[in-house]
């Protein structure tokens, strides 16, 4: 059984910075996702057990990077030139295949979400 527990997210102005962590037991390919209110779960970023594999949204792509640091068992997202549409509760995910997918039904453990709001 994997356990995902995420942090680090909070209030932010527009043009901000924020680093999400998530605790992450077990070696899992792994992504984070963010659902905004109304709207469906969406792929963030994605990355391979080893790390030297990443996969962004076209929509995050140059601001966000994904990282993670298997020694502490635990994933990144380092969120830079926030705007008010990054918006969202944002999840960390693995699933069991070790190959990325941006099908967020696709993923079978998840964290309990952190909040990122971005003020304009």
């Known amino acids: 059984q994997v356990q995902l527990v995420e942090s680090g997210g909070g209030l932010v102005q527009a043009g901000g910075s924020l680093r999400l962590s998530c605790a992450a037991s077990?070696?899992?390919?792994m992504g984070w996702f963010r659902q905004a209110p109304g709207k469906e779960r969406e792929f963030v970023a994605g990355?391979?057990?080893?790390?030297?594999?990443?996969y962004y949204a076209d929509s995050v792509k140059g601001r966000f990077t994904i990282a993670r640091d298997n020694a502490k068992n635990t994933l990144y997202l380092q969120m830079n030139s926030l705007k008010p549409e990054d918006t969202a509760v944002y999840y960390c995910?693995?699933?069991?295949?070790?190959?990325?997918?941006?099908?967020?039904?696709?993923?079978?453990?998840w964290g309990q979400g952190t909040q990122v709001t971005v003020s304009s």
């Open positions: 995910a693995a699933r069991r295949i070790p190959v990325v997918s941006i099908d967020y039904r696709s993923y079978e453990y």
């Open positions: 990355i391979s057990w080893s790390g030297g594999s990443t």
């Open positions: 077990g070696r899992n390919v």
